[in-house]
């Protein structure tokens, strides 16, 4: 039987079978049962440098090939889509070779290691016309996107204040090396930041989104271990990625903010938190209650007036009725967050207001 426009194969290939790698395999394989897509995603290959391990990915999650090297999937004519779920030094020069390629493109967060790598890779999917999207997941949390509903509705009025926190407790052992598989994270090389590109791109990714763009930004960060040993080298060297991050900001809309994140908080894992306050009403979401919005609306009978804890799942709320969701963020929304944090850590430096 003739393939249907509605389940035309897309051949993927995927580089990193990584936590992030084996989370996008089950997103492809899920996707289909949820959602009516143009699309049957076929997992074709996976790439990564140790082949054992290589290919009990690969038998594990259903892909039909394996590479060592990228390179051969960006040229392989039967590879649809290049997912990149590598650590952030390899983004930028697998996102453009597969763009050139015209291969569509997604990418782990952040896009790039600075805004002037995210830039490259905008031009390169701009240039080729490809269909591209950064994996800032957050945007899609049901409770998160009736959250725009309300905000574009103008349900919240004027917005007055931003605030968000991501707290995670997991390098605050000194003994903790930097570099190498699984700690990458820790290599300034590597990783590009610490937290900020890390957590508080998340957090600002949202923002954007919900808020709009950012003013200016004034910041502070601070590395509490200052030297640990490197994987590579064995030798005890300087750590290059900060610890913790916060900066208030002026959004353009004329609201205050404030941002943090850190690994150094002690009993928390991944707690992510916003709140947002507007003229008419407020509202507040927890990474560990995801499906649950906490609304305040002034507006209410005064004597009934108070928060209130709205469950995300009757028929009128986001997803319920599978509607396909769209491909954003793009890469140009990624590189928007990326300027955001290399403002935050130019300002952490110069001790200044400084602008994205």
């Known amino acids: 039987m003739e393939l249907t426009v509605a389940n035309r194969p897309l051949n993927i290939a995927l580089v990193g079978y990584g936590f992030m790698g084996r989370t996008h395999s089950n997103a492809f394989l899920q996707t289909p049962r949820f959602f009516a897509v143009p699309y049957q995603p076929v997992l074709k290959a996976v790439v990564a440098r140790n082949p054992d391990r290589l290919r009990k990915f690969a038998d594990n999650w259903g892909y039909q090939s394996v590479e060592t090297d990228w390179r051969a999937v960006v040229e392989r004519k039967d590879i649809d889509l290049v997912d990149i ?57 049901p409770a998160v996107v009736l959250l725009t509903w309300l905000i574009d509705e103008g349900k919240l009025g004027r917005i007055f204040h931003y605030r968000a ?35 508080l791109a998340h957090c600002i990714d949202t923002a954007l989104w919900l808020n709009g763009s950012i003013a200016e930004v004034t910041a502070m960060t601070e590395t509490f271990i200052k030297e640990r040993t490197h994987t590579a080298t064995g030798k005890v060297q ?66 009934l007036r108070g928060w209130r804890s709205i469950h995300i799942t009757d028929s009128d709320h986001p997803y319920m009725k599978h509607w396909w969701v769209p491909a954003a963020p793009t890469f140009r929304d990624g590189l928007a967050t990326d300027c955001v944090t290399d ?11 400084e602008k994205p």
């Open 165 to 199: 926190q991501f707290l995670q407790d997991w390098t605050i052992s000194a003994e903790l090396p930097q570099g190498g598989e699984g700690l990458w994270r820790l290599d300034v090389d590597v990783a590009g930041s610490g937290v900020t590109g890390d957590l």
């Open 238 to 303: 300087p750590v290059g990625i900060d610890d913790a991050s916060a900066f208030l900001c002026r959004f353009t809309n004329g609201s205050l903010a404030l941002f943090e994140a850190t690994r150094y908080a002690r009993g928390h894992k991944a707690l992510y938190t916003l709140e947002i306050n507007g003229e008419h009403a407020s509202a507040r979401w927890d990474l560990h209650d995801l499906h649950r919005l906490q609304w305040f609306d002034h507006r209410d009978e005064g004597r």
């Open 343 to 353: 403002a935050v850590l130019k300002s952490a430096k110069s001790r200044q207001w």
């Open 85 to 141: 779920a590598s650590p952030n030094d390899t983004h930028a020069e697998i996102a453009i070779a597969a763009a050139r390629a015209g291969k569509m493109v997604l990418c782990e967060k952040p896009l790039g290691r600075t805004a002037a790598e995210a830039q490259a890779m905008v031009s390169a999917v701009e240039s080729a016309k490809v269909a591209n999207m950064v994996w800032y997941n957050y945007r899609r949390v």
